[in-house]
């Protein structure tokens, strides 16, 4: 069964870049055609941050698309998320997730089966 | 950037009733469309893609019909473990979520 575990620090002053990685069991990171995250501010909706395809081609939400970065590393079964010049709007719920590739009704669809349990990090100095 | 809005942004039912979320894109997005199910403090979790196709392991409970602009997710019969709060997600272009409907208990 896959399972998807974000760590990294819960706390990160404002001005600095977070850095999460979210570690892949049960199952190849190459086996996926695309990993990506998401986020939720205290309170709010869940907003998406970005994908990566296999391939290494990067998609990002353009509100904050000039201060992201997604890599993932297959010989760790890992794949991380970087976010600078952080501010307090980035405080959130993280979570790292597998978009499943499903053909149905004559269309490829990629639907988050898979969610890590999220990391809570707080953006405060 | 494509727009979903989820109406109502909450209603409160009893155990047992039949409840319907619906979800509203800017533009068409065929049936690229999917449902999440987010109990307190816990994670999403897939109920519904392709706007109708029911994901493994979820009841059959739960429904979901649309294409184009509009979409539904039916509840039929609601369980204690139904009160969360419903996500649509669309992913025809990059992807983006609506705002989110709270189920309460009546």
């Known amino acids: 069964q896959l399972q998807l575990q974000e760590s990294g620090p819960g706390l990160v002053k404002p001005s600095e870049t977070l850095s999460l990685t979210c570690t892949v069991s049960g199952d190849s990171i190459s086996r996926s055609f695309y990993w990506g995250w998401v986020r939720q501010s205290p309170g709010k909706g869940l907003e998406w941050v970005g994908d990566?395809?296999?391939?290494?081609?990067?998609r990002y939400n353009s509100s904050i698309s000039s201060r992201v970065a997604i890599s993932m590393d297959t010989s760790t079964n890992q794949f991380s998320l970087k976010l600078n010049s952080v501010t307090a709007a980035d405080t959130a719920v993280y979570y790292c997730?597998?978009?499943?590739?499903?053909?149905?009704?004559?269309?490829?669809?990629?639907?988050?089966?898979?969610w890590g349990p999220g990391i809570r990090v707080t953006v405060s100095s | 950037d494509i727009q979903l809005t989820q109406s109502p942004s909450s209603l409160s039912a009893s155990v047992g009733d039949r409840v319907a979320i619906t979800c509203r894109a800017s533009?068409?997005?065929?049936?690229?469309l999917n449902w999440y199910r987010q109990r307190s403090g816990k994670a999403p979790e897939l109920l519904i893609y392709a706007a109708s196709a029911v994901h493994s392991g979820v009841p059959s409970r739960f429904s979901g019909s649309g294409s184009g602009t509009d979409f539904t997710l039916t509840i039929t019969g609601l369980q204690p473990e139904d009160f969360a709060t419903y996500y649509c997600q669309q992913s025809d272009r990059d992807v983006s979520f609506g705002q989110g409907t709270r189920l309460e208990i009546k």
């Open positions: 533009q068409n997005i065929n049936i690229y």
């Open positions: 997730v597998r978009p499943r590739r499903i053909t149905i009704f004559g269309v490829v669809v990629f639907p988050y089966d898979s």
């Open positions: 990566i395809y296999y391939s290494g081609t990067l």
